[in-house]
């Protein structure tokens, strides 16, 4: 722009659109965040996985954020595929409940729509043992 006159470079300027900052935003299409575990979610799923760590069943998680679902996977041993899959898929949660927990088989073992009630699966049941 050196060469050009002086004049060019103003009228440049004056032909610059200027547009507020709230139309932009609004022109662009918003990409949709990604499903998350809420805290009360989160906080049910790391009682059940310290339970299960203090056991010694249980050494790693993973988290993940997708676009259509949040997933918690447990593992074993870090290197492994995960034991177990905690799901939250909200396009489910008018039909079969959001919440869901895989197995390493890919088998659904519980389905629900309160994820108290989906962890259960995890609960042991007491047995009387005779001497």
Known sequence: MADKP???RGRAAANANVVELSQYRAGQKAEPLP??????????????YGRMVGEGEWRDYALDHLKDRAVFSVFKRAG???LYRIEKNPKLAARQG?????NTAGMV????HDLKQVLKVF???L?????
């Open 109 to 112: 073992l519980k389905r629900g």
């Open 98 to 102: 959001a919440f869901s927990v895989t």
């Open 35 to 48: 499903v998350t575990f809420h805290r009360r979610e989160l906080d049910a799923i790391l009682w059940i």
């Open 6 to 8: 002086e004049t060019q």
């Open 80 to 82: 492994e595929m995960p």
């Open 127 to 131: 047995k009387l043992v005779e001497k």
């Open 123 to 125: 609960d042991r049941n």
